[in-house]
T-cell receptor, first 114, second 114 residues
Framework: DTEVTQTPKHLVMGMTNKKSLKCEQH?????MYWYKQKAKKPPELMFV???????INESVPSRFSPECPNSSLLNLHLHALQPEDSALYLC?????????????FGSGTRLTVV | AQTVTQSQPEMSVQEAETVTLSCTYD???????LFWYKQPPSRQMILVIR??????QNATENRFSVNFQKAAKSFSLKISDSQLGDAAMYFC???????????FGTGTRLQVFP
């Protein structure tokens, strides 16, 4: 299995809703990432988990709450989002000591906040 | 702070021809990695090619090759024998040797005409 799987592919939520995005990889990668990508822009790093511990938080608002329950799974919990949070949310993973191999990305969750 | 610049918002090429996408970066680090990623309309970021800064030899992957000029901090991507399936957004990306953070350029949209 050489994939990063993200669910759901599309999500529409109201500003008072609570939802979660899920990301899964079975490649044994030790690091997992959440990126946010607005239309026609590059991905922006939100969070990094290394060995299941949060190692980087790029000053993301608290309405985004990451969770790494185990080495294969990464969640992003969403609460009280704003319309400007509508974007493509990408998950990625990478392996310790093989940074040269780059990151493996999922196909993303297209989030619309109404 | 490191930055990555892609000065060509859009490029076009005819099928079977060769095209070069430009990327420059700024860093004070001596060890780092550079990547080119492709993002087709399907949204998934696909690793095209990677280069380790300590390697003088330019990386090559089938029809894709890079021209890495470390002193000039330049990392261009050459696509030979362009195919319709090469049409996508291409992102140049930088990662420092001791960091998990992948920094993207603004992207170049490549169109391929029959």
């Amino acid at each position: 299995d050489t994939e990063v799987t993200q669910t759901p592919k599309h999500l529409v939520m109201g500003m008072t809703n609570k939802k979660s995005l899920k990301c899964e990889q079975h490649m044994g990668h030790r690091a997992m990432y959440w990126y946010k990508q607005k239309a026609k822009k590059p991905p922006e790093l939100m969070f990094v988990y290394s060995y299941e511990k949060l190692s980087i938080n790029e000053s993301v608002p608290s309405r985004f709450s990451p969770e790494c329950p185990n080495s294969s799974l990464l969640n992003l919990h969403l609460h009280a989002l704003q319309p400007e949070d509508s974007a493509l949310y990408l998950c990625a993973s990478s392996q310790e000591g093989t940074a040269t191999y780059g990151y493996t990305f999922g196909s993303g969750t297209r989030l619309t906040v109404v | 702070a490191q930055t990555v610049t892609q000065s060509q918002p859009e490029m076009s090429v005819q099928e079977a021809e060769t095209v070069t996408l430009s990327c420059t970066y700024d860093t004070s680090e001596s060890d780092y990695y550079l990547f080119w990623y492709k993002q087709p309309p399907s949204r998934q970021m696909i690793l095209v090619i990677r280069q380790e800064a300590y390697k003088q030899q330019n990386a090559t992957e089938n029809r894709f090759s890079v021209n890495f000029q470390k002193a000039a901090k330049s990392f261009s991507l050459k696509i030979s024998d362009s195919q319709l399936g090469d049409a996508a957004m291409y992102f140049c990306a930088y990662r420092g040797y001791n960091t998990d953070k992948l920094i993207f350029g603004t992207g170049t949209r490549l169109q391929v005409f029959p």
